[in-house]
């Protein structure tokens, strides 16, 4: 969930500022992105100012996991980002997986095995196991649980979201 | 309909209810589209922030919020001065509501650190942020108390010495509420061959939804106020606020949209009033979304309590007396206070076969954050206690404590005094247990723990890890009898779908599906041909809300009922239709089918009813109360491994056998007992509130107020026993509640169990255990 910044600070570097705004260049479910932003504001804020409301805000410590977006395919805590770190990045936000109406495998197994309670968590928690599945394909259990392990979820005991998981691995096939 | 043993027949008939559907909410969950109270953009929206007290306890002398004013963008400032003084409850219960009217929007005092000052709107975040730095406060500090047994005595500080408050029950004493009860059949402790006397303490814990509490208001067109809340009770908020602010019911207008979990903390006007007000005061859409470390600090907490047990126990296993006392730390004002402490002994009592019964309660104000309602409410607190009293009991007759167990539990067609002596705030309802699988639920629970041979192998052990096994069994209400309602309204669509409108509220229990699976039985469709209106004030009819265990119970059955009026308005227009008598009809596949094979679509009936032939919308609305609260029973197992050297104790494995009725959607009930399962656990091992000496929340985040994650959660086996409870929609009884109640006590048994060491103290840390070890050696 550690964001990474190796090589980016010349991307960083190459953002206008004007009058204390920041024009920031990035990618959001495959959409090439202009935002105005304030050098202080945090992705998870840009994020969710901008529309992509599916991933929330649960602690803004980066412990709770809720806020969880992939960063270049990698998941990371949206709120401890700061939007500015996200220039000339690919970042896939919940909304960019699937719809209800033509939902991604993921979403799909996570509604079959009943893994959803009251939902706050679900995004970072299926960004998170398709970040697993898209490196590892037919994970084991300790792999999903390490996957899953910085998204918290109170209503479940999270036995239905690892066998999500699992089903979706297993219908990829 | 029903086996010799409860269990319901014909199951297989029923072709939507009993089968795990999908919740009609997943995908949008699932794809981030569903939308919580916080995924809307409102024009104009003003950002509202709350200061919050510094001091435990401490009178506000002076409050200047002049500079406050000044600051550009922002755009009120209220204090004590600005506000209605209307003691009121925030507790969402049913009016008139049994906790004591001993709060206020803003007062001119502060009893713990985290209770509400002042409160500013402002356009930004950081305008309103510098706006509450800019608020000076003149503080007459004064003695604090933190523990209710000292909080009792004579010369502590009084919390609640205003002259307005109403129904606190001794003020001077700090005490809140108060509760005792006796059923005595003989001399005390005179037929008991072994008295066990012994004290229990639970912690402060929080609920930690992930969605943290938020609440948006503003006025529409007609002046009217909109309050779009995270909140389990809806009805009860439109209520609450009207009364706090002065204003007409109808003036006040409640929407619930998706909510992030609730738990019992949002069962209760946390932020809803002062949003209100400060709409009012700007005529402006307001927002206040408190962050997590807020979220700790000044929101709602498990009421810790201590709880003596003094038993009697005869060597054949008859418990002769049980006198119990419980003193619950309700923290600055009395929320559930009164019901809460009852239900310590209202829902863990009558499980038990007793000669002799006397409850003590106590509710007791200190200078810490408010305790409230929380799953499991008070129940959690007594089964601790009961079920590791229980292990001691049998061990003190030299009896195995699974058949001392089955000697001393009710089973059905038994009752206990404790149901009419014991309500929720008031005297309860008589009831005889009609449904139980609580011996089932035992002997499968056993059965799937491996409990025989483990008991066995682990009884001699050497080396420095040690593994037990431990036993608890509980029960819990369904809805509370005579008290809670729910309603529910149907119509027919011209495509044959329905609108569903119910005043119930889904927090995230899947009560939308389950809902939508007895409304669909009744009326031969799928569950996805029901379209789900719930919990708004202006839109659905009247619910008690999510609480009390109560909405596939209570709400369920309003659901059923409405169901079957609809179904009578559709075959009686089909009949004119087809020709046929309506006794002839049934409803099956989104059709209507006669004897003799004629059959029409819901979507003709609707059509001619709508269009065609006398004219009417097929619609119509029933309610429900019940005047008994079935249990439903559970039985758990837990499996550790104690560290001798550093006291670590490791869950290996928790099994969890439930009867809750007929389960509406299996995969959903065992959700619902998965997830109190693991918040059980982590309650028992990890979670606690701690406080600096001046009252201070010192872990109010998720870093060091540590919830169990992935890795952290040991296997959870979830049974579901299945019964039928006559009383319930389709034979269901309750289920979300009941397994938070086990892990203290199963874990407690099982690690005495292990290693020979009894705690009465949760959470079980290695300091405590190894303390515990120490002391034994």
């Known amino acids: ?173 | 309909m029903r086996t010799e043993n409860g269990a319901l027949e014909g199951v297989e008939n029923l072709k939507t209810v009993h089968r795990s559907v999908r919740r009609v909410d997943g995908l949008a969950l699932a794809c981030g589209t569903a939308q919580f109270t916080d995924d809307v953009d409102i024009r104009g929206l003003l950002t509202g922030k709350i200061l919050w007290s510094p001091h435990a306890h401490a009178r506000i002398k002076k409050i200047d919020v002049s500079e406050a004013r000044k600051i550009p963008g922002v755009r009120a400032v209220l204090t004590h001065r600005d506000v209605p003084r209307v003691p009121r409850t925030t507790a969402g219960q049913g009016y008139p509501e049994p906790s004591p009217y001993d709060s206020v929007v803003l007062d001119d005092k502060v009893r713990f650190v985290g209770d509400r000052v002042a409160a500013v709107a402002a356009d930004s975040p950081e305008i309103a942020d510098k706006a509450l730095a800019a608020i000076r406060v003149d503080y007459e500090i004064l003695p604090a108390v933190f523990d209710p047994l000292e909080a009792m005595r004579k010369g502590a500080p009084v919390i609640h010495d205003q002259p307005d408050s109403k129904h606190i029950a001794d003020a001077q004493k700090n005490i809140a509420c108060k509760f005792d009860f006796e059923v005595k059949q003989g001399e005390w402790f005179s037929g008991a061959d072994a008295i066990i006397d012994k004290t229990y303490k639970t912690q402060y814990a929080q609920h930690c939804a992930l969605e943290p509490h938020v609440t948006i208001t503003y006025l529409d067109g007609n002046d009217r106020l909109i309050i779009r809340t995270s909140t389990q009770v809806p009805f009860h908020c439109r209520r609450i606020v009207a009364q706090s602010l002065k204003i007409p019911i109808k003036r006040v207008r409640v929407i619930k949209p998706r909510i992030g979990g609730g738990f019992g903390a949002k069962q209760e006007i946390v932020l809803e009033d002062i949003c209100s007000a400060l709409t009012l005061a700007t005529r402006r859409p307001v927002k206040i979304e408190l962050t997590r470390k807020e979220t700790f600090i000044s929101t709602r907490t498990r009421h810790p309590s201590v709880i003596r047990l003094k038993t009697g126990v005869k060597k054949d296993g008859a418990i002769t007396d049980a006198l119990m006392e419980v003193v619950v730390n309700s923290g600055a004002y009395g929320t559930h206070a009164l019901t809460v402490m009852m239900c310590a002994g209202s829902h863990t009592l009558p499980m038990y076969k007793i000669g002799n019964i006397r409850f003590d309660g106590r509710s007791v104000y200190t200078n810490l954050p408010i305790g409230g309602a929380y799953r499991g409410y008070g129940a959690t607190q007594g089964f601790f206690a009961w079920e590791s009293q229980m292990d001691l009991m049998a061990e003190a007759i030299g009896m195995d404590p699974v058949e001392f167990r089955r000697k001393s539990y009710i089973r059905a067609g038994e009752t206990s005094p404790v149901f009419k002596a014991m309500g929720e705030g008031r005297e309860g309802v008589p009831q005889t247990i009609v449904s139980s699988g609580l011996f089932e639920a035992l002997d499968k629970a056993l059965e799937a723990g491996g409990w025989a041979e483990k008991r066995r192998a682990y009884a001699r052990q050497t080396g420095v890890l040690r593994r037990g096994i431990g036993l608890a069994c509980l029960m819990q209400g369904s809805g509370i009898a005579e008290i809670d309602m729910g309603a529910a309204t149907l119509k027919l669509n011209e495509d044959g779908s329905f609108n569903l409108l119910i005043g119930a509220t889904d927090i995230g229990t899947g009560a939308d599906t389950v809902l939508s699976q007895i409304a669909a039985e009744v009326l031969g469709v799928k569950e996805t041909d029901i379209i789900v209106t719930a919990s708004d004030t202006d839109v659905t009819p009247f619910d008690v809300g999510a609480y009390a265990s109560s909405t596939t119970y209570i709400s369920g059955h309003a659901v059923k009922k409405t169901a079957e009026k609809i179904r009578e308005q559709i075959l009686k227009v089909a009949s004119g239709i087809l020709d046929e008598k309506v006794e002839d009809l049934r409803l099956e596949g989104g059709m209507v089918a006669a004897k003799s094979g004629a059959a029409c679509k819901l979507a003709e009936v609707a059509n001619t009813s709508l269009y065609y032939r006398d004219q009417h919308q097929i619609i119509a609305s029933a309610s429900h109360f019940s005047h008994t609260s079935p249990p439903p029973f559970a039985a758990h197992v837990a499996e550790v491994e104690v560290d001798t050297e550093t006291g670590q104790v490791t869950v290996l494995r928790y099994v969890a056998a439930v009867d809750c009725g007929t389960a509406i959607n299996p995969a959903l009930a065992e959700g619902q007992t998965e997830g109190a399962v693991l918040n059980g656990i982590s309650f028992a091992m990890t979670e606690e509130m701690k406080f600096a000496p001046g009252g201070r929340t010192l872990n109010g985040t998720f870093r060091k107020y540590k919830l169990f994650n992935t890795l952290d959660t040991p296997p959870i086996v979830t049974i579901l026993v299945p019964t039928y409870e006559p009383s319930g929609p389709f034979g269901a009884k309750s289920v979300a509640e009941i397994s938070i109640n086990g892990a203290q006590a199963a874990i407690a048994n099982a690690i005495c169990n292990a290693a020979g060491v009894r705690l009465y103290d949760p959470p079980f840390t290695p300091e405590k255990v190894l303390a515990a070890l120490k002391k034994r050696s």
Request: with cysteine.
């Open chain 1, 1 to 173: 969930m550690k964001p990474s910044n190796k090589g980016r600070k010349s991307a960083v570097a190459a953002i206008k500022v004007q009058d204390g705004w920041m024009t920031v260049e990035t990618t959001v479910n495959g959409a090439r992105q202009s935002w105005k932003i304030r050098p202080d504001d945090f992705l998870l804020d840009a994020l969710r100012r901008e529309g992509f409301k599916g991933a929330k805000k649960g602690c803004e410590t980066g412990d709770c996991g809720s806020c969880a977006v992939l960063l270049d395919g990698k998941a990371v805590a949206s709120c401890l980002l700061l939007a500015a770190q996200s220039q000339d990045r690919e970042i896939t936000t919940i909304e960019g997986l699937g719809t209800p109406s033509e939902p991604h495998p993921l979403q799909e197994a996570f509604v079959d095995t009943g893994g959803i309670q009251c939902g706050f968590c679900i995004p970072g928690m299926i960004l998170s196991a398709k970040a697993l599945l898209d490196r590892t394909p037919s994970p084991t259990e300790a792999e999903i649980r390490r996957a899953l392990d910085g998204v918290l979820c109170r209503c479940t005991g999270y036995v239905k979201q690892v066998q999500a998981v699992k089903l979706a691995a297993e219908r990829k096939k």
